[in-house]
């Protein structure tokens, strides 16, 4: 009982965090509820149906799991996001580790991103005319 009340408190936070990134510009909402409904399948089944069946997110969650398949959209976005966060850091009066540090993590990350594959698109039927 207090294993699975942990599995869903965890699933609640992500969701909550998830849901902050549909209106702060910059944070993404997709990881989080990736992560939201990976807790949802070990003590929440509902929440992670719930979140597989979403309108706007539940393709994003169901392409990664079935092909860790992201976005081109989603992939542009994550790019500007790294570097706008790039740029701030380097003009910032961070330390020079930082300044380094940093945009190097960000540049291992977009090749690990734009090196995942984009989700195949359905073959939808056309009527015969």
């Known amino acids: 009982m207090v294993r699975t009340l942990c599995w869903r408190f965890l699933a609640i936070c992500f969701v909550a965090i998830g849901m902050v990134g549909v209106v702060v510009p910059g944070l993404p909402t997709v990881p989080f509820l990736l992560v939201a409904a990976?807790?949802?399948?070990?003590?929440?089944?509902?929440?992670?149906?719930w979140l597989l069946e979403h309108p706007r997110y539940g393709e994003p969650i169901v392409q990664w799991r079935q092909h860790r398949a992201i976005s081109r959209r989603a992939k542009c976005a994550a790019s500007t996001m790294m570097l706008i966060s790039i740029t701030i850091i380097t003009l910032s009066g961070a330390p020079t580790a930082v300044k380094i540090a940093v945009p190097l993590m960000?540049?291992?990350?977009?090749?690990?991103?734009?090196?995942?594959?984009?989700?195949?698109?359905?073959?939808v039927d056309k009527p015969q005319a």
């Open 38 to 49: 990976w807790a949802g399948t070990r003590g929440w089944p509902a929440l992670e149906q």
């Open 106 to 123: 960000l540049c291992v990350t977009l090749l690990w991103l734009w090196n995942r594959p984009e989700p195949v698109k359905p073959l």
